[in-house]
């Protein structure tokens, strides 16, 4: 089963098959077990080893509790991941109004510019996967504050495309 495991502004493609694991292309050993009776997990990953506490945010968010740090993880397996592609639902957004490629691709259209206005659901960037052109859209409302890609651009699963501000009213 193929991954993006998204932390961050950063997103890794992990596939796992079996009890093998690649991280990005590069073969990793690991193994994870739940601690019975508490919210954590022994992780061995690398030769290294790590108890991870981990809460679920509901969906395919994480929060990770990992040497005294707390990190929010988005966990999407490659299914669920073309189906937003496709569908526009969810596609790409990361907090704070950033847009992403979910997937490696060309740049065939902008549809915003900086500056603009756009309603929840806009298209905001195309972008050609597969021989299929995939329309990402804003997650909410909101101003265009940059937007990071061209036309013609090739860019890779989790490359930066559009900022947004929120139109929502800072509480």
């Not at 077990?33 to 030769?47: D, I, M, Q, R, S």
């Not at 259209?109 to 972008?127: D, K, T």
Request: net charge negative; proline share 4%.
């Amino acid at each position: 089963m193929k991954y993006a495991v998204r932390v961050g502004g950063r997103v890794w493609e992990v596939v796992v098959e079996g009890g093998r694991l690649t991280v990005d292309g590069r073969r990793v050993d690991g193994h994870l077990a739940a601690v019975p009776g508490t919210p954590l997990v022994h992780l061995l990953l690398g030769g290294e080893s790590w108890t991870v506490a981990a809460e679920s945010l509901g969906g395919s968010r994480w929060a990770l509790g990992v040497a005294g740090e707390r990190l929010e993880v988005e966990v999407v397996d490659e299914r669920t991941g073309q189906i937003r592609a496709l569908t526009g639902t969810g596609a790409g957004a990361l907090r704070g109004g950033t847009v992403v490629a979910p997937m490696p691709g060309l740049v065939v259209r902008i549809e915003v510019e900086e500056g603009q206005r756009v309603e929840g659901g806009a298209g905001l960037v195309v972008v050609e996967a597969m021989k299929m052109e995939n329309e990402l859209r804003a997650p909410h409302g909101g101003q265009v504050e940059r937007v990071h890609v061209r036309v013609g651009e090739a860019v890779e699963r989790g490359a930066v495309l559009v900022t947004l501000a929120s139109a929502e009213p800072p509480r």
